[in-house]
């Protein structure tokens, strides 16, 4: 069941897009890509678990819709500083989001 939020909490998470400029798995692990990610000249690092399904060649300069302000982690000696959303149907049928038409990296999700 869904935990329903009211406006100023959803306003707290900074959802912008971000273009992948490089992509590789994470050493020791099947799952795990890191990707470097260009916010318009902010640079992120972010860890996703989709290496089950994607090779990471397959987000190299592509723009997806991500968490910008998530706070760090790290994760099998790697920092994640934001996070990619995606749509997860089944295990195996993750569907990272893009937006309908071309924007700008950094453009802010309303």
């Known amino acids: 069941m869904a935990v329903e939020v009211d406006i100023s909490e959803f306003r707290r ?26 916010f318009g000249g902010i640079k992120k690092q972010a860890l996703a678990g989709l290496g089950h399904i994607y090779e990471p060649e397959h987000f190299i300069g592509k723009v ?9 982690k790290k994760i099998r000696g790697e920092v994640s500083e934001c996070m990619i959303l995606a749509a997860t ?5 993750i569907a990272p989001l893009i937006p309908e038409k071309p924007v700008p990296e950094g453009t802010p999700i309303t």
Do not use: H, S, W
């Open 13 to 38: 998470i900074d959802l912008r897009i971000g273009r992948v400029i490089k992509a590789e798995r994470v050493k020791g692990t099947d799952r795990l890509i890191k990707l470097q990610v260009d």
């Open 64 to 72: 997806f819709a991500f968490v910008f302000n998530l706070k760090p």
């Open 89 to 93: 149907a089944t295990e195996d049928n």
